[in-house]
């Protein structure tokens, strides 16, 4: 699982995920890795939780697909993913499969502002365009205390959250959350070749979690044991 936590807006759209991936069989922390992924060509980004071997095997797919962006990608990505996922598809430690979402977030030329899609494995990955506002993945269960007003503090407020959540937790209800924030700013910019409005994305890691020392000597000695979670 990961801490995928963004606010959509028109203009703009902010994210930030962590970097810890867990065995899917001893819910240890493998390795550590990059959750999303810029994809200039289309103005956007690719992201997912659940199945890390998941997320990539669809980036890898994406790359030889001929479509102008996200909005035509979603009119295929349903029945592609779904003919994709049985063979990447991992089981957890009680058998069942592990539930994997992927989500595309970029600008759209036809309506010009930015959108997002959802495709979730127990809905059959069909498509959901996303809300603006706030979204967090996993859930916490409650409103929110105070409002989102500060980038990235507010996000990295709500990510120890769901880090805290996580490890209260016994260990086989865990989904394994830490390693490092990275924050990801994708914005509208003026184009500097001629008028027009280009999009910038730009990353950083805004956080690191105290126990990311402890985490990494567990995933050295685990030696990358188990098909990796996000």
């Known amino acids: 699982m990961t801490i995928l936590d963004f606010v959509l807006l028109e203009d703009a759209a902010y994210l930030v995920a962590d970097t810890q991936a867990t065995s899917a069989d001893s819910l240890q922390p493998t390795c550590f890795v990059t959750k999303v992924f810029p994809i200039p060509n289309w103005q956007g980004l690719i992201c997912g939780t659940g199945s890390l071997p998941f997320l990539l095997a669809w980036l890898t797919k994406t790359a030889g697909i001929l479509t102008s962006g996200f909005d035509e990608l979603d009119k295929i990505a349903p029945q592609l993913l779904r003919d994709l996922y049985p063979t990447e598809e991992e089981l957890g430690p009680d058998g069942a499969p592990l539930t994997s979402a992927i989500f595309h977030l970029g600008f759209s030329s036809a309506e010009e502002r930015f959108v997002g899609y959802a495709y979730r494995s127990d809905t059959g990955f069909a498509s959901e365009r996303l809300t603006y506002g706030l979204s967090v993945q996993p859930g916490l269960g409650r409103a929110l205390d105070e409002p989102i007003s500060t980038l990235p503090d507010d996000l990295i407020r709500i990510a120890c959250e769901q ?65 990796p979670r996000n």
Not at 172 to 192: P, S
Not at 194 to 222: K, L, M, N, W
């Open 163 to 227: 880090k805290r959540q996580d490890e209260a937790k016994p260990i086989l209800q865990r989904v394994g959350l830490g390693g490092k924030l990275i924050f990801y700013v994708m914005e509208l910019g003026a184009d500097m070749s001629g008028g027009g409005q280009v999009v910038t994305i730009a990353s950083s890691i805004c956080h690191t979690f105290a126990d990311y020392p402890e985490a990494y000597a567990r995933a050295c000695a685990e030696g990358g044991g188990g098909a």
